[in-house]
């Protein structure tokens, strides 16, 4: 019998992939990537969505995408953005709501995975940086997987390109193929048990 898989992905704009003419973001590459189970995925995006509402919020969002039945493997993708830079949260602020929904989930046995805000405007690279680093700890204090892509991404030709080509720090069809590169290569398919076709 093929395994069922259910997974919940929580974030912003970016994870629904605004901006990408293929209209499949980054998460529509990744589940197209994992074969060999049955994947259900429910992107539940709020744009312009800081941590705090994010936190606020996900729980009881989360809990209708859920199902009693055992059988089921359900999952929780935690996708970061940059809006806490431009609400002025510090990232104290910003480390304890990703804490809090990590500490949830666990308690509720959902397992995690966290991707990280990607780069935007160069003049938010220093403190992009500084909350990109702040929520890996909070992720590695917890042993839950994070994949960094601020800094693979900062300097990247492509990546400043798409952003460049809509003007509103959006990525489009290379920006998001190069996201989910990075997070199927940050362990994604160890996270869920399954064997990396790239190994």
């Known amino acids: 019998m093929t395994r069922k898989l259910r997974i919940c992905v929580v974030g912003d704009e970016l994870a629904a992939g605004v901006g990408d003419p293929r209209a499949l973001g980054w998460v529509g590459r990744v589940v197209a990537r994992t074969t060999e189970v049955d994947v259900e995925h429910y992107v539940l995006a709020v744009p312009g969505e800081t941590s705090t509402a994010l936190s606020a919020r996900w729980e009881r969002e989360v809990e209708p995408r ?60 220093e403190r992009l940086g500084d909350l990109s680093r702040a929520y890996g700890d909070v992720a590695q204090r ?45 362990g994604w398919h160890r996270w869920l048990g399954l064997a990396d076709p790239d190994a």
Do not use: I, K
């Open 66 to 125: 859920l199902t009693a039945d055992p059988d089921v493997d359900q999952r929780l993708v935690v996708a970061l953005g940059r809006h806490d830079l431009a609400a002025g949260h510090s990232v104290a602020r910003s480390r304890l709501n990703l804490a809090n929904v990590l500490d949830v989930a666990e308690a509720r046995h959902l397992t995690a995975f966290v991707v990280g805000p990607p780069p935007g405007a160069p003049t938010d690279d």
């Open 142 to 186: 917890r042993r839950v997987p994070y994949v960094e892509t601020f800094a693979p991404l900062v300097h990247h030709d492509q990546w400043r390109a798409d952003l460049a080509g809509r003007g509103d720090d959006l990525p489009q069809q290379a920006g998001y193929g190069l996201m989910a590169w990075l997070v199927l290569h940050s």
